[in-house]
């Protein structure tokens, strides 16, 4: 007898209910096979009982919990609904290994032509042994596919406590992120006011909607690479009432790349990190470079500064942005996704950042 399973639901499960149809059919060969080893029996005479009575015990025993699991749990939505629990389960057993068994040897005397007493015709003491024999596998199965039901269901709810867990640090690491940015704006408009009070009310205004653009994305967990680069732009944009003619930009983003899902807000830790430790520093600044392409099965983002360069000591040393960009990655792609630092390799120097991640459709 086949799978009694308590494992989750399938997504078909009549369909699974006949592959394990085909698979008793096969396991009742077997049977037969081994009652014609043991036995004088002829093999046609053994398969013509073993393959009704193994079929006809897995049929009503398995049949009979999918319908006592759909009695036993119409009124709720967490149970299982293929598993009606163990007392529901012995009736079944004991009932669908009698019916079974009686069907199956009275299929067996139509092919044979024999005339063989079935169950319910033995003596007791004969019925009894024939039932608790019939009854061995069918217990033994039951036990196994609980039990292998029940570990499903704990794996199960490991991942899903596992994907709340990534999902709550994730939104822990953007928390932290958002502040971020936002005090070093802020450090920097009070200074402005000081000094040019034109110039800090235009930045302040520029702050105003960069952060009303921005307040969707950093509560969604991915949006278009499209969006991604314009919410730099708007950060640049806002920079650039700040540094002037110090900052130049330039971002390039393929059409066809545009569409591509990327998480919210990835790039901007390390543009901050560009005006931070690349630009304010050189007395002349530099431009900053945001470029998109795709290598095979990857999505290469770079971000590029002509600062001074990984030479010049950090401002504050704490390299914020680098840590969180590289855990928010950890967490969403794992060792798929990569992150590097280094100097530029030409003449205008300063600094190249690389994100590497896997292409989503």
Known sequence: MMPLTASAAPARPWRSFALRGLKVLLIGTGIALVFTLASPQRLGTSLAYALPITFGCW???DAGR??????????STTANPQWPGWPWMTLVLLVGTVLGYQSGHSVGNLLTGQSAPGLLFEGPARALSLVLISLVPGVAATWFFYTRGRLAA????????QRH?????????????EPHMLFNTLANLRVLIALDPPRAQ???DQLIAYLRATLTASRTGQHALSAEFSRIADYLALMKVRMGDRLQTRLALPDELADLPV?????QPLVENCIRHGLEPSIDGGRIELTAARESDALVLSVRDTGVGLAQPSVDGTRFGLQQVRERLAVLYGERASLSLAAAGDAEGG???VIRLPVAP
Request: proline share 2%; net charge positive.
């Open 59 to 61: 049929f009503f025993i």
């Open 66 to 75: 999918l319908l006592a699991a759909r009695w036993a749990n119409r009124r």
């Open 154 to 161: 704990t794996e199960a709810r490991a991942q899903e406590a």
């Open 165 to 177: 867990a990534t999902q709550a640090k994730l939104r822990l690491l953007e928390s932290q992120l």
């Open 202 to 204: 235009a930045m302040l």
């Open 263 to 267: 998480p919210a807000l990835l790039l």
């Open 351 to 353: 600094t190249i950042a």
